[in-house]
């Protein structure tokens, strides 16, 4: 019986069998190299924001204990008061209980002395971070008026300030340790 041309032969059927199952196996690859891809694409962006995030942080508790430091370096005869509550309010821990109950004695030696003085953050660096504390560490300088003495005097500190981060985000500092 003569065939059609129309219709395929054993070996053309198998040819297309295999093809077929091949296509079908490049399909299921390319589907799971693409599942895997996209799995990793989520891991890395994942991965980043997380450093985005820690980094974020790391420049808050910076950034706090530069202004705890700067307002304690800083002294303005006509804004104490002012400074020594706003101080206290950002303290909290051992940091408190050595300043607080000695603010009284500090504000009057200022009061008495007429001492001025700037201070300057030159340099801050987290040390240690967690999602609750850090340690900065950080370079002051500080320039010391004083109506008694014809010239300023000017002093470099170095320290390490513990940084606590409550639940509600709010921040205070409960140490502060000078470095030799």
């Known amino acids: 019986m003569p065939q059609s041309d129309e219709t395929p032969t054993d070996g053309e059927r198998t040819g297309l069998v295999v093809a077929s199952v091949i296509t079908a196996l490049c399909l299921v690859a390319a589907l799971v190299a693409s599942g895997l891809w996209l799995t990793e694409r989520g ?17 808050s508790y910076r950034d706090f204990a530069t202004d705890v430091m700067t307002r304690l370096m800083t002294i303005r ?4 008061t002012e400074d020594v509550d706003r101080i206290v309010d950002m303290i909290e821990g051992d940091f408190s209980e050595q300043f607080t109950p000695r603010r009284d004695s500090y504000e009057e030696v200022v ?26 560490i950080m370079a002051i300088d500080q ?25 509600d985000g709010e921040m205070r500092v409960s140490g502060v340790n000078f470095i030799p």
């Open 43 to 59: 891991q890395a962006a994942s991965i980043r924001a997380d450093r985005a995030s820690a980094s974020e942080l790391d420049g």
């Open 77 to 80: 005869q006509e804004t104490l």
């Open 111 to 136: 009061k008495t002395t007429a001492v001025v003085a700037d201070g300057v953050v030159s340099a801050a660096a987290v040390e240690h971070s967690y999602p609750e504390r850090a340690e900065v």
């Open 143 to 167: 320039t010391i008026g004083n109506p008694r003495s014809q010239e300023d005097q000017d002093r470099q500190y170095r320290v390490r300030v513990t940084v606590n981060r409550h639940d």
